[in-house]
């Protein structure tokens, strides 16, 4: 099992310019998570996926959008990027079954925005 | 609302030292609490957990103990190594399946 895999690793982007940013888990889990970090922030949520065709906004979501029109995948975007969204992108999954809930992390993207 | 407040840092220590970092939370109900750990450059890891009050969750020789009496998770080790150095990070889920809330994450610096 690859676990949770997220694309692109690192990315530079001019204000203004868009992006999308794919999740993708192959652990067969009901629930997706987008989170951003930053220096002094911890992790903190933007969209979230209670399951496939449906998305839920989190504690800082403005200026992104999401979709999770296929289970194993979780896509965030970035429709005109500022230079406030220079972070570290994390996404992660867990299992809606009943049990442990784990969360499993992503390696992260890198998004710089000048 | 529900929280989590951990110590600040950067925590530097020598090796084989004893470890303390502490974490409170506010949450209703009954949370699950954690503890993430991320090296540099990697994702975060899953070091362990306490799903109720008084469990102790342990790995690695890392230990934290549910205290709902003092709404605290800390964690502990009693011998760190140079590979411990990492930033801790402490969250809880308050609902199943509901995302985590993390703590902002302390920098551990053990040297040889």
């Avoid at chain 1, 969209?47 to 995948?73: F, I, M, W």
């Avoid at chain 2, 993430?36 to 890891?45: A, D, I, S, T």
């Avoid at chain 2, 140079?82 to 902002?104: E, H, N, P």
């Amino acid at each position: 099992n690859a676990g949770v895999t997220q694309t692109p690793k690192f990315r530079v982007l001019k204000t203004g310019q868009s992006m999308t940013l794919l999740c993708a888990q192959d652990m067969n889990h009901e629930y997706m998570y987008w989170y951003r970090q930053d220096p002094g922030m911890g992790l903190r949520l933007i969209h979230y996926s209670v399951g496939e065709g449906t998305t839920a906004k989190g504690e800082v979501p403005d200026g992104y959008n999401v979709s999770r029109l296929k289970k194993q995948n979780f896509l965030l975007g970035l429709e005109s990027a500022a230079p406030s969204q220079t972070s570290v992108y994390f996404c992660a999954s867990s299992s809606g079954q009943m049990g442990a809930y784990e969360q499993y992390f992503g390696p992260g993207t890198r998004l710089t925005v000048t | 609302g529900n929280s989590v407040t951990q110590m600040e840092g950067p925590v530097t220590l020598s090796e084989e030292a004893f470890l303390t970092i502490n974490c409170t939370y506010t949450a209703t109900g009954y949370p699950s609490l954690f503890w993430y750990v991320q090296y540099p450059g990697e994702g975060l890891q899953l070091l362990l957990k306490a799903t109720k009050a008084d469990d102790k969750g342990s790995n690695k020789g890392f230990e934290a103990t549910y205290r709902k009496e003092t709404t605290s998770f800390h964690l502990e080790k009693g011998s760190v190594q140079v590979s411990d150095s990492a930033v801790y990070f402490c969250a809880l889920r308050y609902q199943a399946g509901t995302a985590l809330i993390f703590g902002k994450g302390t920098t551990l610096s053990v040297s040889s």
